[in-house]
């Protein structure tokens, strides 16, 4: 697996409006843009520092993974996700060395990308997004 930047750090909020406020007023940051991903059950703003994305994540429905995550854990940091050229390519990879994966084939993220995600029972308890922009 050929990991080449960090794509995003994902951050959990209850409230997407308030935090992006944190974020631009007290932070300086210019959220860029602000989307629902229904199927992931979540709405997402993103902001960018230097090279790296931000994504603040706020669940649509209590029952999707924010939600739970929100429930359980509370705000904060929810994942962290680098690109790969080459997702599929990369899944067998950590597949093969033994990583549990949550998702066994590329599905559709934010911002265009193909994402996936690795368990973090297998990735010393972070959640680990990969990324593929299938523009380049």
Do not use: W
């Amino acid at each position: 697996m050929e990991l080449t930047h960090i794509e995003h750090i994902g951050i959990a909020v209850k409230n997407l409006d308030e935090s992006i406020k944190y974020y631009e007023e007290v932070l300086g940051l210019k959220c860029y843009s602000i989307e629902e991903v229904a199927d992931q059950k979540v709405k997402t703003a993103f902001f960018k520092v230097g090279q790296t994305k931000l994504e603040l994540l706020e669940s649509t429905d209590p029952e999707g993974p924010i939600g739970k995550f929100i429930e359980k854990k509370g705000e904060g940091i929810h994942h962290l996700a680098f690109h790969v050229n080459d997702l599929q390519n990369a899944l067998n990879d950590a597949n093969a060395k033994g990583v549990r994966l949550i998702d066994e084939k590329p599905r559709k993220g934010a911002e265009g990308l193909d994402i996936a995600f690795l368990h973090p029972k297998s990735t010393n308890g972070v959640l680990t997004e990969l990324c593929e922009d299938k523009v380049k």
